[in-house]
């Protein structure tokens, strides 16, 4: 079958960093996309990988290894407004996006 | 404006009524989706249609009914509602019916049924 995972739950102080993971096991792979997703709103696109290596945006990153079946999202000096789900979806060989569960970061002072 | 609008918000009703959720885009997008979002939050594709074709209809009972007058439009009707049902409804549209391109979303409709 078709898996992601990624923690339920991350917790994070204003002003570091944080890593939220996401590995997969799908059939195929043509690319891997992150979305945010504020409590009571609309997921909202971040970033899409396809290729192996770091992708910088901003204070957000995204990296992939395709031989590990492996993602992760760094967010540097993070921000309260960071506070959010994080969603992780994986694109198969038939071309459907596979969700994830979503990562719920909390964000302290 | 609004790139993907659905309407209601909010929507509060008893168990066996029926409903809709009307969603628009804006964007010219091929493609439009209904996603289910419940409690643990996890997304779920119900349907996508392609050009007001159907492509995608995944196990939903068949009580859930969506219907696409245009490319730009595509309302979900539900019949006979159920608790199980709550939810939250999102509409969402990209380029085309690959899973590769980004997917905008609507605000999302709240379904309560009590």
């Known amino acids: 079958g078709q898996n992601i995972d990624q923690p339920t739950e991350m917790t994070a102080t204003e002003g570091a960093i944080v890593q939220i993971n996401c590995t997969y096991q799908t059939s195929g792979f043509n690319g891997l996309f992150w979305y945010q997703q504020h409590a009571g709103e609309a997921p909202t696109f971040l970033s899409y990988?396809?290729l192996d290596g770091l992708e910088e945006k901003g204070r957000f990153s995204s990296f992939l290894s395709r031989s590990k079946g492996y993602s992760y999202l760094l967010l540097k000096e993070l921000q309260m407004k960071d506070s959010a789900s994080y969603l992780c979806?994986?694109?198969?060989?038939?071309?459907?996006?596979?969700w994830g569960a979503g990562t719920k970061l909390i964000i302290k002072p | 404006d609004t790139a993907v609008s659905q309407t209601p918000k909010y929507l509060v009703t008893q168990m066996g009524n029926d409903k809709s959720i009307k969603c628009e885009q804006n964007l010219g997008h091929d493609t439009m989706y209904w996603y289910k979002q419940d409690s643990k939050k996890f997304l779920k594709i119900m349907f996508s249609?392609?050009?007001?074709?159907?492509?995608i209809n995944e196990t939903v009972p068949n009580r859930f009914s969506p219907k696409s007058p245009d490319k730009a439009h595509l309302n979900l009707h539900i019949n006979s509602l159920e608790l199980g049902d709550s939810a939250v409804y999102f509409c969402?549209?990209?380029?085309?019916?690959?899973?590769?391109?980004?997917?905008?979303f609507g605000a999302g409709s709240r379904l309560t049924v009590l």
């Open positions: 979806a994986v694109v198969d060989s038939n071309y459907q996006l596979i």
């Open positions: 990988n396809v």
């Open positions: 969402a549209s990209s380029q085309d019916s690959s899973g590769a391109n980004v997917l905008t």
């Open positions: 249609y392609n050009n007001k074709e159907l492509i």
